[in-house]
């Protein structure tokens, strides 16, 4: 299983940036994904899921209406748009594969990509 | 939200030892509890789902148990590859939540 982000960034507040997570060593089509921020110094922080077919995603509350998780199965590839963005928002985010016998349980993360939101 | 707390915060243990992380949920949340770790500049890995099921890969040196409010993580034989920092998490319902995060250091 690989999964790796990009998309990282220097970006201004209130500003625009969309992660992406290109995977292999699996057949993405079939498991839900997952985002996961931690801000430096912090800990970890879950901040969206995917289903398998794209038509249901669930938010923390604090990305609720900014942030938006999508995939593309034929692509392997899984992405967060991320809008109106704080200062809080500066993380590193990690791309994570859900399990496939318990549900909502991440059991394969990538090595992250860093977002930095400055004002 | 399920507010997921972890004692203690930090700890510190020798090689060899036997260390145990405790994690509590604000509400019950059956045994949807995974556990993770965490070295210094690295992604998370998996150690534990189901509260006491070993993920695939991880060292049997790790153990979880518990089940509604309360759980643990125990460490046998603690190894210098084992400090790091190990969060709990709670996958009962939506927000997905994680403990503070326990530090082990090598004392």
């Known amino acids: 299983v690989q999964l790796e982000e990009s998309g990282g960034g220097l970006v201004h507040r209130g500003g625009s940036l969309r992660l992406s997570c290109t995977t292999s060593g699996f057949t993405f089509s079939n498991y839900a994904m997952h985002w996961v921020r931690q801000a430096p110094g912090k800990g970890l922080e879950w901040v969206s899921d995917?289903?398998?077919?794209?038509?249901?995603?669930n938010y923390a509350d604090s990305v609720k209406g900014r942030f938006t998780i999508s995939r593309d199965n034929s692509k392997k590839t899984l992405f967060l748009q991320m809008n109106s963005l704080r200062a809080e928002d500066t993380a590193i985010y990690y791309c994570?594969?859900?399990?496939?016998?318990?549900?909502?349980?991440?059991?394969?993360w990538g090595q992250g990509t860093l977002v930095t939101v400055t004002s | 939200d399920i507010q997921m707390t972890q004692s203690p915060s930090s700890l510190s243990a020798s090689v060899g030892d036997r260390v145990t992380i405790t994690c509590r949920a604000s509400?019950?949340?059956?045994?949807?509890l995974a556990w993770f770790q965490q070295k210094p500049g690295k992604a998370p890995k998996s150690l534990i789902y189901a509260a006491s099921n070993l993920q695939s890969g991880a060292p049997s040196k790790f153990s979880g148990s518990g089940s509604g409010t309360d759980f643990t993580l125990t460490i046998r034989d603690l190894q210098p590859e084992d400090f790091a920092t190990y969060y709990c998490q709670q996958y009962s319902s939506y927000p997905l939540t994680f403990g503070g995060g326990t530090k082990v250091e090598m004392k």
């Open positions: 994570a594969k859900e399990s496939p016998w318990e549900v909502s349980y991440v059991d394969s």
């Open positions: 995917i289903s398998v077919s794209g038509d249901t995603s």
């Open positions: 509400q019950g949340i059956n045994t949807y």
